[in-house]
Each structure stands twice: as structure tokens, then as C-alpha cells.
């Protein structure tokens, strides 16, 4: 059967130059022109670093991205994944168009829309309904194939009683509703979607997901999409791409994509540490121990994990409540509790707890933890951290503990066998 290829990408790489606007000095740019009119190479496609955050580098050169090859059917939803400056972004601008590849070409069938950060091609003194019509115009839709769909749009971002208002005047929350809603509703070949769904409450971004796979599925429409929720990845996307330092890693089935990448975490990440302390109230910090021993990720199936968690406020709020999720290493939701932050933040240590874990309840396989934090009433999500904390569980003492390697799944079950 002959593939129905929508999007390919041939030999993609974008080189910047460190600490510039433009491409570099005049000096470099006159080289450039005079190797060209030779016929040659442009000289600077020979040096740069690799895409690497963690270190300081020799070149002023560095590749965002680097020898990207890949083909997307009709229908596929396809998940990107990888650590933050993986080059996950600069893909998919480069993918919009937004900005051109230093080498290599894409070849597209079909309309593109972006939603690649808040906001994503509206005007903020136009209003909410003035936006639709241009966004739907730049995508090449008649003013009456926009009308059709304008109820569609405005109902399902839910923000019909702003609709004539300025989006500048807009949350960011609201802005991400209607930039979706748009790019959904207005039939464009092939979605491409950043990060920019985590901006929105729970409620909508299982809005958002459902909506993406009836499109997908339904109606044939090719989906790219970038997320830190593996738990949404695993869901959505029927392929995956798994990015580091600019370069593939791993391609094809989502799954062994998601295995890939969880397994390649690294010892650094062992514990989480907030680095965005600006939210109203959020997560902190979480490690986890064992027998006083800190910051440890390996356990025994009778040992007893602790999970200490610091949870801090820049502001009073109420009715919210904590989360806490163990995920499989491939994103799966395994075991959640819930409790009210104020349940859970008493005692003399008013903004820390431990939670004590049983590890002979898990089978032996790794994990990871999922915290969140959120309004009780509203569902609003003050913090939500994925896939954190990797842990591993090693079996002892029983029948399958001699067979390293083996999966076995995720819990130990409890039975009694009679004869």
C-alpha cells in the first residue's frame, strides 16, 4: 500500500550564531557571498558546537539542529519529545515557516497552522472575533468559510462573553482557548502544536486533546505536538520523535519512543527543584529517600520510600488541594490520592511533608512521580509537574526476581492459590 506522505523533512539543520540577532559580523557575511559567487559551501556550515545548554562550548556557532530527516502520513499524529533546548521548538519553526533551515528543505502538502506560544498570530488591539477572520484569511479561507465555523470557534473556547473585546485585554489562559479553537476549527491539513496547551486549565486541555484526536482520527488531519506530559503524549500521538541536543535519538512507535526517553534519564534528575517560583503557589521541591539517605532513586521491594515534599505560597489561596500520581515509564497513570493543602501542610514544618510509600505494592520496573496542585472547585492547576523523581524497583526474595530484565508490569498482585 502506498504511503500518503503529507510533510517530509530532508537533511534539516539550523545553525546561530551565540550572543546575535542577525547571522554574525559584516566580515562574515562578505565571506559568506564570496564563497557563494565561487560556488563553495558556506564555510561557517563547518564549524559550531553541538546543541548542548549544559556546557560553555568553543565555537560562537552552535546547532540548534542538526541532520533531521523524518515523514509524517495523513492522519498521523505525531508526539516530539525531549528535554528543554533539545530543539523541540526551533523544529516546529522551522516546520510554520517562521524561520528559514541554515541547510535542508520541507516539503508540505496542505495547509499549516502553528499555535507555538500565546498569542501565536493575533493582534492584541483587534478583538476576539476581528482575530478569527484575519487568522482564518492568513490560512487562505474565504470570509464566508470563516462565518460557517465562528460559532464552532467561539463556543468551544468558551469565551463568547469577550469575543468583542481586545485580546490584549485577554488572560493568557483565555488567549491559548481562542488561538486552539481557531487553529482546530478552521480546517488547516496539518496542526502543529507547542507546549502552549499546559497554559490552560485541566478542564480545557482534555478539551483540547479530545478535540485533536477526533480531528486525527475523524477527519484525517495530520497533527505535530510538542509536550511535556507524557501522560498526553502516550494518549494522543500514534508515533513519536525523540530529540537531544539537536539530533534524533529515537523514531517510530510511541511507545518505545516514551521507553526511550525515560530510561536516558540521568542522575542529575534524580530530585525535582522549582525554577519557576513566580506562581501563586507551587511545588518546591521533591526528593526521595530512603533510611535517612537522601536523594537516592534505586530501591528494594521491602524498603520503604519517602517522599518529601516542600510546597511554598507567594499568596493566600483557598480551596486548593495536592495531587500526588505514580506514573509508568511510559507516562500512564498508575495510583493517584488527593488531599487539601491544608490537610497536608500542619505541624512545625508548615510547608514540607513526607509521604511513606510500601515498595512491595510495585512491582519490580521503573517509575516516576507526578505532582500536582489545583482548585478544588474550578479544577484551575496552580502547578502540575510530570514524569519527575525517577525511581527504580528491584525485586528480592521471589520467584521472578532471577529473571533480570523482564517486564512484568507495574503492581504486585495479592492472591491466595488453593488445591
Known amino acids: 500500500m502506498k504511503k500518503d506522505i503529507i510533510l517530509k523533512a530532508e537533511n534539516i539543520s539550523k545553525q546561530y550564531r551565540l ?20 560556488g563553495k559551501e558556506n564555510p561557517y556550515l563547518k564549524i559550531g558546537d553541538t546543541n548542548d545548554r549544559s556546557t560553555k562550548g568553543e565555537s560562537d556557532y552552535v546547532w540548534a539542529l542538526q541532520d533531521i530527516n523524518f515523514e509524517v502520513e495523513r492522519g498521523e499524529v505525531l508526539g516530539i519529545i525531549g528535554k528543554n533546548g533539545a530543539g523541540k521548538s526551533t523544529l516546529l519553526k522551522i516546520l510554520s515557516k517562521v524561520t528559514a533551515p541554515t541547510t535542508g528543505s520541507i516539503k508540505s502538502r496542505g495547509r499549516i497552522a502553528s499555535l507555538l506560544e500565546v498569542g501565536t498570530g493575533f493582534n492584541g488591539e483587534m478583538t476576539g472575533r476581528e482575530n478569527i477572520f484575519l487568522n482564518g484569511a492568513i490560512l487562505g479561507m474565504t470570509k464566508k468559510e470563516i462565518a460557517s465555523k465562528l460559532d464552532e470557534i467561539v463556543d468551544f473556547s468558551g469565551c463568547e462573553r469577550y469575543i468583542d473585546t481586545p485580546v490584549k485585554r485577554y488572560s493568557s489562559g483565555m488567549t491559548v482557548r481562542l488561538a486552539f479553537a481557531v487553529a482546530a476549527f478552521l480546517e488547516p491539513e496539518i496542526l502543529v502544536i507547542d507546549e502552549v496547551l499546559a497554559v490552560g486549565d485541566a478542564e480545557f486541555q482534555k478539551k483540547a486533546i479530545g ?30 520523535m525523540l530529540l537531544d541536543k539537536g539530533g534524533i535519538i529515537d523514531y517510530g512507535n510511541i511507545s518505545k519512543v516514551l521507553t ?13 527543584v522549582s525554577l519557576d517560583k513566580t506562581k501563586d503557589i507551587f511545588i518546591n521541591s521533591c526528593a ?17 520510600m519517602s517522599v518529601e515534599i516542600e510546597i511554598c505560597k507567594n499568596k493566600v489561596v483557598n480551596n486548593v488541594s495536592f495531587s500526588f500520581t505514580i506514573q509508568s515509564n511510559t507516562g500512564d497513570y498508575l495510583s493517584t490520592f488527593v488531599k487539601t493543602i491544608d490537610q497536608l501542610l500542619v505541624g512545625k514544618n508548615n510547608n514540607k511533608f513526607t509521604i511513606d510509600i510500601e515498595c512491595n505494592i510495585l512491582a519490580a520496573n521503573n517509575y516516576f512521580l507526578r505532582l500536582a496542585i489545583f482548585d478544588t472547585s474550578t479544577v484551575h492547576v496552580y502547578d502540575l509537574q510530570e514524569m ?31 488445591y
Open 211 to 240: 478535540k485533536m484526536g477526533d480531528i486525527s482520527k475523524s477527519e484525517g488531519r495530520t497533527i505535530l505536538f510538542v509536550s511535556h506530559q507524557l501522560g498526553a503524549v502516550a494518549t494522543l500521538c500514534t508515533k513519536g
Open 388 to 418: 519527575i523523581c525517577p525511581f527504580k524497583i528491584n525485586d528480592i526474595g521471589s520467584d521472578m526476581a532471577r529473571f533480570e530484565g523482564v517486564n512484568y508490569g507495574y503492581y504486585n498482585l495479592k492472591y491466595n492459590i488453593t
Open 19 to 38: 550572543g546575535q540577532v542577525g547571522t554574525g559580523t559584516l566580515t562574515h557575511d562578505l565571506n559568506r557571498w564570496w564563497h557563494q559567487v565561487r
Open 260 to 272: 526511550t526517553y525515560t530510561e536516558s534519564s540521568n542522575s542529575k534528575e534524580l530530585s525535582y
Open 288 to 304: 526521595l529517600n530512603k533510611n535517612s539517605i537522601s536523594h537516592i532513586n534505586d530501591f528494594l521491594s521491602n524498603d520503604i
